[in-house]
């Protein structure tokens, strides 16, 4: 998938496609979270509705959330095809529990959400960074450090981050050609947005090592979506009530961990020997 405003044409002609992005997100989410009711840390970016669904799902979810902008603020700029837009009132609920409990709960902690120094070790089952939070995060190898360090053993987390793709798209958008020729070889990658802050892309097997470096197992990594914006529009115009069969289409592909403008990654705390 082409991830260019320029290359899918209008921007407008995109709202199905990220209609579909954040579905499959959702989907995602729901379908790693644990069965039985945990306590999960949320350090999401302010755009992610994991919280609420998770609570839905039944776990007590401790939402990490600091002085953060207004949602869109460090978009300005930013061609209008590479991010999705902010969620509002028509975004879907999130889905019911699927193992019968009650509704669990929302704890808001006001703390900067690129740090969990505030909770002891091993303290959470579970650590949620959607929203792009680790590619937020310049030293993101501290942030999985401190994830490492609070879940315990069996722990999992699951994170998003903008991919190399999205980072050769933006530089290519700027005309920065030599820092894109230079990428392939870069063993960090920091891309500037248009307004000027910065977002640090990864590669799968990059992702994969700072992971493993932790001391997290990494259970997989694939892209976001793969279906292009394109094929999104088409299918949802021949059938505007097809999204669920699109989104099951999606999370039934196994892909090449390299394609997307996101990867998401799944890792879990080794057990101690």
Known sequence: MRPSAT??????SLSPYWHFHQAVAEAQLASWLPHESRRLADISGPRARAAQIAAT????????????????????????????????????????????THPGRVVWVSSDPGSLSFLADESVDGVIAEDRTLSMQLAAEHLIADIARVLRPAGQVLACVDSLVLGMALLAEQRHWAELTDLP?????????????????????????????????????????????????????????????????????????????????????????
């Open 185 to 273: 070889h870069a063993e960090v990658v920091l891309v500037p947005w248009p307004d000027g802050s910065i977002t640090r892309c990864f590669g799968a097997e990059q992702l994969r090592e700072l992971f493993e470096e932790a001391g997290l197992s990494v259970m997989w990594i694939r892209p976001r979506t793969v279906f292009s914006p394109s094929t999104v529009a088409h299918v949802l115009r021949r059938d505007p009530k097809g999204l669920p069969r699109l989104v099951k289409a999606e999370l039934a592909i196994r892909p090449d961990e390299s394609v997307g403008v996101q990867l998401v990654v799944s890792a879990r705390k080794r057990r101690p020997r």
């Open 57 to 100: 799902a039944g776990h007590t979810v401790l939402r990490v959330a600091g002085v953060l902008p207004r949602p869109g603020d460090h978009l300005a700029g930013v061609p209008a095809g590479l991010v999705p837009p902010v969620p509002n009132g028509d975004a879907p609920e999130p889905p019911p529990s699927r193992n019968g």
């Open 7 to 12: 290359a899918v044409g209008d921007p407008g």
